[in-house]
Nanobody, 121 residues
Framework: QVQLVESGGGLVQTGGSLRLSCAAS????????MAWYRQAPGKEREMVAH???????TYAESVKGRATISRDNAKNTVYLQMNGLKPEDTAVYYC???????????????WGQGTLVTVSS
């Protein structure tokens, strides 16, 4: 069984920082793209940051300059460092990974269970 497990969410004051982590585990042969999405109450899920296998990042305009996505391929882990947090960053943050399973040519799109980030004003 392959799964993504996020950690690092919590309550932070405006202007503060958080580092989210997401570790993939199971029968993984390789991981292609990884990303962080978020969903605020009453809103649709949106992409926050995306990183390719080679480590090239892409960011949503709303977090550019405040977010850094990185990955450790040896640990099958992706990180999201968020600085200068604002109340509008409050959301459940979800990890995404495009994974090839061991012994298969099949790829899966996996999502984590989500971690809540609350930014108080």
């Amino acid at each position: 069984q392959v799964q993504l497990v996020e950690s690092g969410g919590g309550l932070v004051q405006t202007g503060g920082s958080l580092r989210l982590s997401c570790a993939a585990s199971g029968s993984i042969f390789s991981i292609n793209n990884m990303a962080w999405y978020r969903q605020a109450p009453g809103k649709e899920r949106e992409m926050v940051a995306h990183i390719t296998t080679g480590g090239i990042p892409t960011y949503a305009e709303s977090v550019k300059g405040r977010a850094t996505i990185s990955r450790d391929n040896a640990k099958n882990t992706v990180y999201l460092q968020m600085n200068g947090l604002k109340p509008e960053d409050t959301a459940v943050y979800y990890c995404y990974a495009h994974i090839r399973l061991t012994g298969s040519t099949r790829y899966l799109e996996l999502w984590g269970q989500g971690t809540l980030v609350t930014v108080s004003s």
